[in-house]
């Protein structure tokens, strides 16, 4: 039977393919019922207060940071989505006196305008909200340098060279509304996919690329950054592959209500726990990693009820 299609849009792959059965599954899972999905491989987490969210979220990376030595670095690849923990991360690295000089950091993803990365000075730029946010205020005795920061670009070679010999402890994320983590949004529905997805085994042969961004990924980062400019929003972007991710010793999503909604936050969190990889929803395919963490503010996780605003 063939799949359904998109109710948002029609010439692309999305969540809204699925099977009904599995919508409706999904909307009726409760917080209890979420927290009951963890299994090998896949830690569901409750926070009650986003102070404790976000401080888990920067303890993250400094607790990878701390394992770095000169003849083991090791890194971090972190997000623009959710931001709130970087002024953390930079507080508690002062705070300890801890020497970065050894650790890597890689960004998750970066805007791509006419022909090429959006330079640092670009309002959207993540390689601009990553230095402003937290490592211009590492102290300088400190911080990791320079060469040590790795931010995608439009010749993905030295970005995807730069994994090699690094261990990356753990691979931050959100999750946007389109099921995506970083930017590996699902893909279009043309050529050899136009009747189906791509096959999960496919798709996870993806490396760092510049993508075409799904329509509601560009309407959410209007919304969320640009004060619902969409004008202001790229199309397409540079983003770390699965290749990458799967390089990662452990994938930790922080879910806080904001990025994606109570629908989503549960689909994936049931998807990766039942082990249904679809490329569909993208983030499914983390159900084939060996070492998922979902973490969740209670406050954020709403309710599928239906409530006429």
Not at 3 to 19: F, G, H, N, Q, V
Not at 176 to 188: L, T, V
């Amino acid at each position: 039977m063939p799949r359904k299609i998109s109710s948002i849009a029609p010439d692309w792959w999305d969540y809204t393919t699925l099977d009904n059965d599995i919508i409706k599954e999904v909307a009726d899972l409760t917080a209890e019922k979420m927290l009951q999905l963890s299994r090998p491989g896949f830690k569901v987490i409750f926070y009650e207060s986003l102070e404790d969210f976000y401080l888990a979220e920067a303890l993250e990376y400094v607790t990878a940071w701390r394992q770095s030595t000169d003849d083991n670095p090791v890194g971090v690849c972190g997000p623009i989505g959710p931001t709130e923990h970087l002024p953390l991360v930079a507080r508690i690295v002062n705070e300890l006196g801890l020497s970065l000089k050894s650790a890597h950091f890689w960004g998750m993803d970066e805007w791509f305008l006419d022909g090429k990365e959006v330079s640092p000075d670009h309002p959207l730029s993540f390689e601009r909200a990553d230095r402003e946010m937290c490592f211009n205020r590492i102290r300088k005795d400190l911080v990791m340098p320079d060469k040590n920061l790795h931010f995608p670009k439009a010749d993905t070679a030295d970005f995807i060279k730069s994994w090699d010999g690094i261990r990356c402890a753990v691979m931050q994320g959100g999750q946007g509304d389109i099921k995506h983590w970083a930017f590996n949004d699902p893909p279009k529905r043309e050529g050899e996919f136009k009747d189906a997805p791509p096959p999960p085994e496919k798709y996870r042969k993806l490396t760092t690329r510049v993508v075409d961004l799904h329509p509601i990924t560009i309407a959410q980062n209007a919304r969320t950054s640009g004060g619902g400019n969409i004008t202001l929003v790229p199309t397409q972007a540079i983003t770390v592959g699965p290749v990458e991710t799967w390089k990662a010793d452990k994938v930790s999503i922080w879910h806080a209500g904001t990025h994606d909604n109570a629908f989503g936050q549960r689909l994936t969190t049931y998807m990766i726990s039942k082990k249904i990889a679809d490329t569909s929803v993208p983030m499914s395919l983390l159900a084939d990693h060996p070492n998922v963490q979902f973490n969740f503010y209670r406050g954020g996780l709403g309710s599928c009820s239906v409530e006429m605003h």
